[in-house]
């Protein structure tokens, strides 16, 4: 192979595509646009809402990973992310955890006094369990500095885009599964799209949103800082090339 033909492939690499895939409408192209840090980051078609796998290993995965064996398991895991999830704790914790990385010990014990005094409180006003609130601002608050992305010198005002991508990841393999049929998957992915434009005005604060909320779920679910700091750093490979090449989703696609 020579030269050109390397550099084909590495770029084909990047934004890996389904050949043949039937042609999307803009509404598709949207909503899988929502996806493409995922597809990017795990080499899965930007053309197409499939993750490429066969049914068993798409089942498989889904069990797994969200505990989805069938279609009402599956329309919960959509109800779950459009009508809430992450989002919500993190809106609850969130103006606790928005304070300087360095602090001195006696300031650090009056911040962390002052959550537990006040999140019980603001938990009710999300209808949240306050048990809840506290779990997450516990697991996070000693590591918030990695939710906080780029020049920003504070952490993103919401985690959206981490529900709505998801949405989109999940209904690939809901679709190679057979758990859903291709018109439901859309409406959700649709709900995804005006999910995410309601919270974020950019292609730059939807990525924000959802590196922080990654990183979020993952400190309140027992990952350690460093398996969450490798982990980042592939998704912050895959929004880089989203950003800047011009054949990316989000080049093509206006927010």
Not at 218 to 232: C, N, T
Request: hydrophobic letters at 45%; charged letters at 20%.
């Amino acid at each position: 192979m020579g030269l050109l033909g390397k550099l084909r492939g590495v770029l084909a690499t990047n934004f890996p595509e389904l050949p043949d895939a039937p042609v999307l409408t803009p509404f598709q192209e949207r909503g899988l646009a929502l996806g493409a840090v995922y597809a990017v980051e795990g080499a899965l078609p930007v053309n197409a809402l499939t993750a490429d796998v066969d049914p068993v290993t798409a089942m498989r995965i889904l069990a797994a990973d969200w505990d989805v064996r069938d279609t009402a398991s599956a329309r919960t895991a959509y109800g779950y992310l459009l009508g809430g999830g992450h989002r919500t704790r993190y809106d609850c914790v969130r103006n606790h955890l928005n304070v300087p990385g360095e602090l001195s010990h006696s300031v650090e014990r009056a911040v962390t006094e002052r959550a537990v005094r006040e999140l019980p409180a603001v938990a009710s006003r999300h209808g949240q369990r306050s048990e809840e609130a506290l779990h997450w601002f516990r697991h996070a608050w000693p590591h918030r500095t990695v939710l906080v992305q780029g020049t920003s010198r504070t952490i993103p005002e919401s985690v959206a885009g981490w529900d709505a991508a998801r949405v989109v990841h999940i209904s690939r393999y809901f679709l190679d599964a057979g758990y859903v049929r291709p018109d439901e998957a859309w409406t959700a992915i649709g709900e995804a799209v005006t999910l995410a434009r309601s919270y974020h005005g950019s292609w730059e604060s939807f990525e924000a949103g959802f590196l922080a909320g990654r990183a979020f779920w993952q400190l309140g679910s027992g990952f350690e800082i460093g398996e969450i700091v490798r982990d980042q750093l592939g998704f912050l490979k895959a929004g880089r090339l989203l950003r800047t090449r011009q054949d990316s989703p989000w080049a093509r696609i206006a927010w």
